[in-house]
């Protein structure tokens, strides 16, 4: 999964873009889902999010690091299942 760093500028230019509905306004800026997050596997090349953010400040998740495999998986079981 993908993290947004506490830098965000709540801009508002990746919640709409994201394909898995992973993004949401937390209590102080923009935070993504971990189980929501595929990376865009299944929908984009790239994260989409990362293409839009102005300033950079989306990630790799430290803590939700998964394999091209997994994110597939999960893409499966969201919109598959
Ligand atoms: Fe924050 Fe970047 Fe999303 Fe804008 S696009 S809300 S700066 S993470």
């Not at 595929?38 to 394999?67: A, F, L, N």
């Amino acid at each position: 999964a993908l993290l947004i760093k506490d830098n965000c500028i709540n801009c508002d230019m990746c919640e709409p873009e994201c394909p898995n509905g992973a993004i949401y306004y937390g209590p102080e800026i923009y935070e993504i889902d971990p189980d929501l997050c595929t990376e865009c596997v299944g929908h984009y090349d790239k994260p989409t999010c990362i293409s839009v953010c102005p300033i950079d400040c989306i990630i790799d998740d430290p803590d939700h690091r998964e394999s091209e495999e997994q994110l597939w998986d999960k893409f499966v079981l969201l919109h598959h299942a």
